[in-house]
T-cell receptor, first 114, second 112 residues
Framework: GEDVEQSLFLSVREGDSSVINCTYTDSSSTYLYWYKQEPGAGLQLLTYIFSNMDMKQDQRLTVLLNKKDKHLSLRIADTQTGDSAIYFCAESPPREAAGNKLTFGGGTRVLVKP | DGGITQSPKYLFRKEGQNVTLSCEQNLNHDAMYWYRQDPGQGLRLIYYSQIVNDFQKGDIAEGYSVSREKKESFPLTVTSAQKNPTAFYLC???????????FGPGTRLTVL
């Protein structure tokens, strides 16, 4: 079955860049997502990338996809204290597949130190 | 102001009681989903619905039930058969299957 893995924790200094990594096993994944969860809140969609792309940039966020290695990363430039949260990557199967089950990683807790 | 609402934010119940969690969306999305999140873990899919009057079991449906009588609403009932119901429950919706999902603020259920 599908499996999505993330490291548990990342500590970064304010102003530095953060890089959060994710690996997945389903080679048929078509979309890969990054969500942010602040304490006690729901998930906020940050960005996503289609599997035929290798990079997507959106303001301070850069997503890199290495499809061969099934490795996804999220880089946050100029990390701010407001970026402290849990970040989840998720993958989805082809849209024509039955249902639309997102498979989530376990989340990476990012702590930004002043 | 479109979005997904879940109520209440915190819910307490005694063991053995059924409880229903509300999820409403005004985004005109066809698909809706319920996830469970346990501390330090990712999300696990309980049930999902692609259209009104239709729903499918997710990975951990045992002890839960849902209904989808209206496009805007997808309530989740946690029954007494659910052995470990204390968790954070998240509802999501998407335009249709295969599209990105948008999440509500969540309901934290504590069973005493």
């Amino acid at each position: 079955g599908e499996d999505v893995e993330q490291s548990l924790f990342l500590s970064v200094r304010e102003g530095d860049s953060s890089v959060i990594n994710c690996t997945y096993t389903d080679s048929s994944s078509t979309y890969l997502y990054w969500y942010k969860q602040e304490p006690g809140a729901g998930l906020q969609l940050l960005t996503y990338i289609f599997s035929n792309m290798d990079m997507k940039q959106d303001q301070r966020l850069t997503v890199l996809l290495n499809k061969k290695d099934k490795h996804l990363s999220l880089r946050i430039a100029d990390t701010q204290t407001g970026d402290s949260a849990i970040y989840f990557c998720a993958e989805s199967p082809p849209r024509e597949a039955a249902g639309n089950k997102l498979t989530f990683g376990g989340g990476t807790r990012v702590l930004v130190k002043p | 102001d479109g979005g997904i609402t879940q109520s209440p934010k915190y819910l307490f119940r005694k063991e053995g009681q059924n409880v229903t969690l509300s999820c409403e969306q005004n985004l005109n999305h066809d698909a809706m989903y319920w996830y469970r999140q346990d501390p330090g873990q990712g999300l696990r899919l309980i049930y999902y619905s692609q259209i009104v009057n239709d729903f499918q079991k997710g990975d951990i449906a045992e002890g839960y039930s849902v209904s989808r009588e209206k496009k805007e609403s997808f309530p989740l009932t946690v029954t007494s058969a659910q052995k470990n119901p204390t968790a954070f429950y998240l509802c999501a919706s998407s335009i249709s299957r295969g599209n990105e999902q948008f999440f509500g603020p969540g309901t934290r259920l504590t069973v005493l």
